[in-house]
């Protein structure tokens, strides 16, 4: 039971679902976080955001809790919106979300800073198959620039497979990345405020940690201590930490990251609002240093005060 007192945050909106592709993981997120917001006593109301602006705007509340993830949502429009209403909301501004939802340019500044990131190359439509494979080569991941969840995302062994996962990934995004895969182990750290919690390890049978691994398969597993030798451990945490404040994220966050054979991290992306599911990934990293869901939901909302 939470000791804090909570009418210092006033009525607050959590918003969640939307209309980007992740509205359904979002539907979920935003209803674990309302629950557990009611029942630490909070004075908590929900809104989808697919009913549109307008419904934000007539709401009255005195700070928002976005569980929205996606375009949207997790990518500095809505936080835009909120800050010309004048109201606090919880996690990265608006600059750091929208360089967090783009994964090309969240890379670029990762590189430009001399943190490792895989080699990559951002793929404009006329891109020559040839040029990619000269520049980037199989294996490589192909990526629209700014999803989530694995959406739209394919892993290309053979040359002849590029262009029709090219194609895919610009179903959802004009914008495209191929990157070079990195064989190895997966991992993701979730940063509370300004610290890295406990490294988690992920595992799947699958090709990749794909739309499926993510949320319905049964033989996804997780890893939580990760196994990690303690200093490669503290260097993950370390490294994590520093390419979220490098986007200049807030709050917090989690950073997904692949450790090869020679145990060289490398850093694919920062999610600036995770999945806040019971069984997401965040909650069970706060779970593992004794921070449970309600605990983390107020923590993550105090950061907002
Ligand atoms: N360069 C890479 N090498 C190996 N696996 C990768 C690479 N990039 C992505 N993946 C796999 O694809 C998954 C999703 O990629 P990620 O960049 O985290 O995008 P998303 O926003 O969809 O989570 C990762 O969790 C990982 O399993
Ligand atoms: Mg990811």
Redesign the pocket.
């Known amino acids: 039971m939470t000791q804090i007192d909570v009418s210092r945050f006033g009525r607050v909106a959590v918003i969640y679902g939307g209309t980007s592709a992740e509205r359904e993981v979002s539907l979920e997120s935003g209803q674990a976080v309302l629950d557990a917001l009611n029942a630490a006593g909070v004075d908590a109301i929900g809104i989808d955001l697919a009913e549109g602006l307008s419904v934000l705007l007539e709401a009255s509340f005195d700070r928002a809790f976005i569980a929205l993830h996606g375009r949207g949502g997790e990518d500095g429009c809505l936080q835009g919106a909120l800050e010309l209403i004048g109201k606090p909301y919880t996690g990265s501004g608006v600059m750091a979300s929208a360089i967090a939802m783009d994964?090309i340019t969240t890379k670029q500044i990762w590189k430009a800073k001399g943190l490792p990131t895989?080699t990559f190359m951002s793929c404009p439509s006329d891109a020559a198959v040839e040029t990619v494979l000269k520049n980037v080569g199989v294996p490589a991941?192909v990526?629209p620039a700014r999803?989530?969840?694995?959406?739209g995302?394919s892993r290309v062994d053979r040359a002849e497979d590029l262009p029709v996962a090219l194609a895919s990934a610009r179903d959802f995004d004009g914008d495209v990345l191929v990157?070079?895969?990195?064989s190895g182990r997966?991992f993701t750290v979730a940063i509370l405020g300004e610290r890295a919690l406990p490294v988690i390890g992920l595992s799947t049978p699958h090709r990749?940690?794909d739309y499926e691994a993510k949320y319905k398969a049964e033989d996804t597993r997780y890893r939580i201590p990760s196994g990690l030798d303690e200093s490669l451990e503290k260097e993950i945490q370390s490294l994590s930490l520093a390419a979220y404040q490098a986007i200049g994220c807030e709050g917090w966050g989690r950073v997904?990251l692949?450790l090869d054979a020679q145990n060289q991290p490398w850093l694919?992306?920062v999610n600036t609002i995770p999945g806040m599911t019971s069984h997401s990934l965040v909650p069970m990293a706060a779970k593992s240093v004794g921070i449970d869901f309600q605990a983390l939901v107020l923590e993550i909302l105090e950061q907002s005060l």
């Open positions: 994964k895989p991941m990526k999803e989530g969840s694995s959406i995302m990157e070079a895969f990195v997966e990749f940690f997904d692949m694919l992306e």
